[in-house]
């Protein structure tokens, strides 16, 4: 079935380091392709989105490329800040399905430290 | 994007009681999801509810145990019955996005603790 592996955490930075999070995943199809970010007691948030191959998701300085050769869309950020600190999920849409139903990622707990 | 607002945000139950979760969505929708996160995991969709009919639940999920209503198309309930500490977890209920978006929006979540 359809799938999502991510990058496990912890993954603790200094500010103004370089972050990559990387996510493959395995779908029958064609999904939409998702970052969601949860900040410490909150739910979650849509980070940035590409819907087709080659397309880039960009938002708030994060940026992920819909790789379909590699079936990957890792997140990326030049310069990470303290509130960046947050869980991030890779996630995709069921490729063959009518609705929005998600498939996520188990999670990637990135901590960024002053 | 819709603004979701779920009650209540938190709770501490018995074992072997219910709670029911409820979620208000600001505009019509068609369907909404309701998703469980167990401690340190991902999230995991429990039933898709379209109103008007029953919800479909996913393998592992069964209407006995998570009862869910749709009276109408900003409105759903999530009932955790008979409960047991493994039904730890927040829940949380989504929408679907605009059309071909294909996102989903997320409510802040129900943190529930069973003792």
């Known amino acids: 079935g359809d799938s999502v592996t991510q990058m496990e955490g912890p993954v603790t930075l200094s500010e103004e380091a370089f972050l990559t999070i990387n996510c493959t995943y395995t779908a029958t199809g064609y999904p939409s392709l998702f970052w969601y970010v949860q900040y410490p007691g909150e739910g979650l948030q849509l980070l940035l989105k590409?819907?087709?191959?080659?397309d880039k998701g960009s938002n708030k300085g994060f940026e992920a490329t819909y790789r379909k050769e590699t079936t990957s869309f890792h997140l990326e950020k030049g310069s990470v800040q303290v509130s960046d600190s947050a869980v991030y999920f890779c996630?995709?849409?069921?490729?063959?399905?009518?609705?929005?139903?998600?498939?996520f990622g188990t999670g990637t707990l990135l901590a960024v430290q002053p | 994007s819709a603004v979701i607002s779920q009650k209540p945000s938190r709770d501490i139950c018995q074992r072997g009681t219910s709670l029911t979760i409820q979620c208000q969505v600001d505009?019509?929708?068609?369907?909404m999801f309701w998703y469980r996160q167990q401690p340190g995991q991902s999230l995991t969709l429990i039933a898709t509810?379209?109103?008007?009919?029953?919800?479909?639940?996913e393998s592992g999920f069964v209407i006995d145990k998570f009862p869910i209503s749709r009276p109408n198309l900003t409105f759903s309930t999530l009932t955790v019955s008979n409960m047991s500490p493994e039904d730890s977890s927040i829940y949380l209920c989504s929408v679907e996005g605009r059309v071909g978006g294909r996102e989903a929006f997320f409510g802040q979540g129900t943190r529930l603790t069973v003792v």
């Open positions: 590409a819907t087709k191959a080659d």
């Open positions: 505009s019509q929708v068609t369907m």
């Open positions: 996630a995709l849409s069921d490729p063959g399905g009518a609705t929005n139903k998600l498939i």
């Open positions: 509810a379209n109103q008007g009919s029953e919800a479909t639940y």
